[in-house]
């Protein structure tokens, strides 16, 4: 299967900060990479795919970049919405499993 | 608006079986591939098992490959997951999801999910 990790598993931030979340898969994924946002209690929403393109509905303030076996997800001035569990996953392995990353949760400092 | 509505959780002994349902509505269910993911409690997501549109191809993980089944029917617009042999570390909550496409591993819309515990 392939492997996905992320770092860090836990950020802390303040709102308005620049954040940088990681993504690395065990092998070449091209860009079938998407990030999912989790909050407390909820189900994961979809922020982006194609490891650039963002969801409809989704602030401009996140964005994501890469390509291959290394992606970030980076959100600029963080705002109190935004204090979740984050999780990247590679959606074009069929034979291998479609993995999620650990998680990285990005806390309120 | 998309929903999607699990049901049939529980509390099932080790060894057991229990088979989810996921009632789709507000898109054309038959165009869209569906995908099954679990979280247990805790912990991160993993994925599970995706099928097609039209029920003819079907993926699993490894962790539960051979014990659980997919399907769907499409004049129900309902996703199913049968599962069998189930241990404790079946328990989790269960998401159903939608993809964008026929056979997608994205998911682009979510339920609310559905506990299962294995337990005795």
């Known amino acids: 299967d392939i492997q996905m990790t992320q770092s860090p598993s836990t950020l802390s931030a303040s709102v308005g900060d620049r954040v940088t979340l990681t993504c690395r898969a065990s092998?070449?994924?091209?860009?079938?990479l998407a990030w999912y946002q989790q909050k407390p209690g909820e189900a994961p929403k979809l922020l982006i795919h194609?490891?650039?393109t963002l969801e409809s509905g989704v602030p401009s303030r996140f964005s994501g970049t890469g390509y291959g076996t290394d992606f970030t997800l980076t959100i600029d001035s963080l705002q109190p919405d935004d204090f979740a569990t984050y999780y990247c996953?590679?959606?074009?392995?069929?034979?291998?499993?479609?993995?999620f990353g650990p998680g990285t949760k990005v806390e309120i400092k | 608006e998309v929903q999607l509505l699990e049901s049939g959780g529980g509390l099932v002994q080790p060894g057991g079986s229990l088979r989810l349902s996921c009632a789709a509505s507000?898109?054309?269910?038959?165009?869209?591939?569906m995908s099954w993911v679990r979280q247990a409690p805790g912990k991160g997501l993993e994925w599970v098992a995706l099928?097609?549109?039209?029920?003819?191809?079907?993926y699993y993980a490894d962790s539960v490959k051979g014990r659980f089944t997919i399907s769907r029917d499409n004049l129900q617009s309902t996703l199913f997951l049968q599962m069998t042999s189930l241990t404790a570390g079946d328990t989790a909550l269960y998401y159903c999801?939608?993809?964008?496409?026929?056979?997608?591993?994205?998911?682009?819309?979510w339920g609310q999910g559905a506990l299962v515990t294995v337990s005795s």
């Open positions: 999801a939608k993809g964008p496409t026929a056979a997608s591993a994205l998911l682009e819309d």
């Open positions: 507000g898109f054309g269910f038959h165009a869209h591939a």
């Open positions: 099928i097609d549109t039209a029920g003819q191809f079907s």
């Open positions: 092998e070449n994924m091209g860009n079938w």
């Open positions: 194609r490891a650039s």
């Open positions: 996953q590679q959606y074009n392995s069929y034979l291998r499993g479609f993995a």
